[in-house]
């Protein structure tokens, strides 16, 4: 357990639902990333904060997605008018902020799609 | 373009032995390579890092060599252990930024 938790861990839901993950972080730490991956790959970057701004946003973050991190402590991550290609793993981590310093992941959500 | 790529996506070992996993990068702008390893069902777990100015360094029986001059990376794991078994993944980060960039993984499994 890395101190990064995220809920829930299985979403199943079907297409053209919205749906909201929720990640909490380790406390202390300002830096919060979302990442996607799906079956056999290695996860891809969405997005991050520093505290409550979000500073980068991938090109795989349509405008369908949307993430928030309102007290810059906990983060939700919302997928609107879900498609059969959002079904992914997704993954929060979090990181003290320092410049190189490491990522501590969470157990994930995996969403599907039907 | 950004690119961190694997050898091969499957290695067995015999308990005992130890594991070359092996990764080639294609950015030399890279500040820090990164092994990480994902057991099934969990997210990713930090195993060792290396500074782009380093050639070696070595963490608690797993070694990471860099090879800059032929952009190549490898995680040696010593006396591989059942609990070694996982999706073992190369990484990349740039000082400047926050986001990692991960390959595609190798599945790392232990004969007994």
């Known amino acids: 357990d890395t101190g990064v938790s995220q809920d829930p861990r299985h979403k199943i839901t079907k297409r053209g639902q919205n749906v909201t993950f929720r990640c909490d972080p380790i406390s202390e730490h300002n830096r919060l990333y979302w990442y996607r991956q799906t079956l056999g790959q290695g996860p891809e970057f969405l997005t991050y904060?520093?505290?409550?701004?979000?500073?980068?946003k991938s090109r795989l973050l349509s405008d369908r997605f949307s993430a928030e991190r309102p007290k810059g402590s906990f983060s939700t991550l919302e997928i609107q008018r879900t498609e059969q290609g959002d079904s992914a793993m997704y993954l929060c981590a979090s990181s003290l902020g320092r410049e190189g310093d490491e990522q501590f992941f969470g157990p994930g959500t995996r969403l599907t799609v039907l | 373009g950004e690119s961190v790529g694997l050898h091969l996506p499957t290695l067995s070992v015999q308990e005992g032995d130890n594991s070359i996993i092996n990764c080639a990068y294609s950015?030399?702008?890279?500040?820090?390579f990164i092994w990480y390893k994902q057991e099934s069902g969990k997210g990713p777990q930090f195993i060792i890092d290396?500074?782009?100015?380093?050639d070696k360094r070595q963490g608690q029986r797993v070694t990471v060599l860099l090879n800059k001059t032929v952009k190549h990376l490898s995680l040696q794991i010593a006396a591989t252990q059942p609990g070694d078994s996982a999706v073992y993944f190369c990484?990349?980060?740039?000082?400047?930024?926050?986001?990692?960039?991960f390959g595609s993984g190798t599945r790392l499994s232990i004969r007994p």
């Open positions: 290396i500074r782009s100015n380093m």
């Open positions: 990484a990349e980060k740039y000082s400047s930024a926050s986001k990692i960039i």
């Open positions: 904060f520093q505290n409550e701004a979000q500073l980068e």
């Open positions: 950015n030399s702008a890279s500040d820090y």
